[in-house]
């Protein structure tokens, strides 16, 4: 995984999974990389083949986090799996999906 | 008049609906697609029908029978490979019409395992077909709406048509269903979930507040028929078959496994003293093999094996008792096949040798076969691939104890004399 600034902007990379194995190491990978500064934190899905409901609550607690910096989570590029999950789990109405 | 059915398989776009039982048990409006394929066949007369099955023809036998249910004689052919009509054709014999079970036999152009979105469209297209909506059981509740036996629907339910809502189907509080829905048998809906232009296969769980739309969902299988993308759910409170454990076989191979360990724990302290004193005289003590795995083993390269030379009878495939216990060998099944041998299998039916896998005991053995590559060693490897059933494999358990163990010999019986007839028929199958 990889994290990197971009003004306001935390831009997250190279998520292969996010289930329960990892979910907790990245959701305090995350926190670990967030300053003060930081009100989006953009997480690129690219190249996650997998998420379960672990992988999915680590998401929700980010958006948390954001929400109380007047922030957001945005989602890059759901492979199509894991945008079904969205889907299926209505996450795609909490977080911001987009496809570029 | 006789006719033949070829059960498709191999249907890659669907390969996911298949996970569970062959493509022609998939149940759609309330049955599985063969028997709509009976039945019509059956309008028309057919007093006979062939189903060439390649995909697990013992789960084809142990639902459709032999035919009674209909008055036919339903015979269920394994083959190798799915055939195609001309195949089939061929082996069926002169007159005979042969059809291949994908389609629905009122509307053969159509195909249903094209693709994902080809199944929704047919199937959400002959909702209000008269054999769906005239079956006995089956009420339209509303114009378009569907409900099957015993289905159980909130009265908070938000239904709207056209649906299909299979036997014994039940649907939660508040759930959303519809449009174009079909939930097969026995689907629980929980409360609050939507469903839209959906096929929800049967004995599949649907968790509470989840929203499907455009998918065909079979157990934990989720697919989208639009993008054709396909992920499996591993929270089955989201998303899981409610099939019981379909896991006699697999109960059956474990316990397999665990008296295998129980016998090898239990003899190993005087096998290990014969082996040490054959290795003081300088003997060898065991002898490595390769066999060719069976069709559908998780890996394609051969399957080591070793057997004492120093024994014999069922001694000297003492080591094949850790195969069990590893799960590559069961305790009856067809003999190992050096890749050489397997190469020699010439036709379909000599092929049938590797449809199952590989035992520790074998019926030939049970039957009295020397040769363990004979021709009448591949005929019993073959119908024991057909007939195999647990009261068969008893048999050959009981006949091999006493071949190996008392010097006995099996080779009466109903096997012996339907062997003869499949000696015959091996010979004249075509390659």
């Known amino acids: 995984m990889k994290a990197q600034t971009n003004g306001e902007t935390l831009s997250i990379t190279g998520i292969k999974e996010l289930a329960a194995a990892n979910s907790n190491s990245f959701r305090d990978q995350v926190r670990a990389s967030l300053s003060e500064a930081h009100k989006i934190i953009e997480i690129d899905l690219s190249q996650t083949m997998f998420v379960d409901s672990c992988g999915l609550g680590a998401l929700i607690s980010l958006h948390k986090t954001t929400c109380s910096r007047n922030g957001m989570v945005r989602l890059v590029n759901p492979t199509p799996p894991v945008q079904q999950i969205l889907e299926l789990t209505r996450m795609h109405r909490i977080f911001e999906i987009v496809k570029r | ?431």
């Open chain 2, 1 to 431: 008049m006789n006719a033949c059915l070829i059960c498709p398989h191999q249907r890659e776009s669907v390969a996911s609906l298949a996970e569970n039982a062959p493509l022609g048990l998939f149940t759609l409006l309330g049955k599985p697609l063969l028997e709509y394929w009976i039945e019509h066949l059956v309008l028309r007369g057919c007093k006979e029908i062939t189903l060439f099955a390649s995909d697990r023809p013992e789960k084809i036998r142990e639902t459709l029978g032999e035919g009674e249910r209909w008055g036919v004689k339903l015979l269920v052919q394994p083959t190798a490979r799915e055939l195609s009509l001309a195949e089939a054709a061929d082996k069926a014999g002169a007159g005979i019409e042969c059809h291949v079970a994908d389609s629905f036999p009122w509307k053969p152009d159509q195909k249903l395992f094209s693709s994902l979105g080809d199944l929704f469209r047919v199937v959400s297209q002959n909702l209000d077909h008269p054999d769906m909506s005239n079956r006995v059981g089956v009420k339209e509740i509303r114009p378009g709406i569907w409900v099957g036996r015993q289905a159980n629907i909130s009265s908070t339910a938000v239904l709207t048509a056209p649906c299909w809502i299979g036997d014994r189907a039940k649907i939660g509080n508040k759930a959303v269903v519809g449009p174009c829905v079909i939930l097969e048998n026995e689907v629980v809906v929980e409360e609050g979930a939507e469903i839209r232009e959906s096929l929800i296969g049967s004995q599949t769980f649907v968790g509470s507040a989840i929203t499907l739309n455009q998918s065909i969902a079979s157990g934990a299988q989720l697919m989208n028929w639009n993008t054709g993308s396909h992920t499996k759910i591993v929270d089955a409170f989201l998303l899981c078959s409610l099939r019981p454990l379909e896991n006699s076989q697999y109960l059956q191979r474990l316990c397999g496994r665990a008296v295998a360990a129980g016998l090898m724990v239990v003899t190993s302290p005087i096998v290990g003293l014969a082996a040490g004193w054959m290795l003081l005289m300088g003997q060898r003590i065991v002898r490595p093999r390769r066999a060719t795995p069976p069709q559908g083993y998780p890996q394609a390269k051969p399957i080591i094996y070793f057997e004492f030379p120093f024994f014999q009878g069922g001694l000297r495939r003492w080591p094949q008792m850790w195969n069990i216990v590893k799960g590559e060998f069961v305790w009856v099944g067809n003999r190992p096949l050096t890749p050489n041998e397997a190469r020699k299998l010439e036709n379909d039916f000599e092929k049938l040798w590797l449809s199952v896998p590989l035992g520790f005991m074998s019926l030939s053995e049970a039957q009295g076969c020397i040769e363990p590559f004979c021709e009448e060693a591949k005929a019993h490897s073959s119908f024991y691939s057909v007939q195999a059933d647990w009261k068969l494999d008893l048999k050959i358990i009981v006949a091999c104890i006493k071949r190996f163990f008392l010097s006995k010999k099996e080779t009466s019986g109903r096997e012996a004399t339907l062997v003869k007839k499949i000696l015959h028929f091996g010979r004249t199958a075509p390659n």
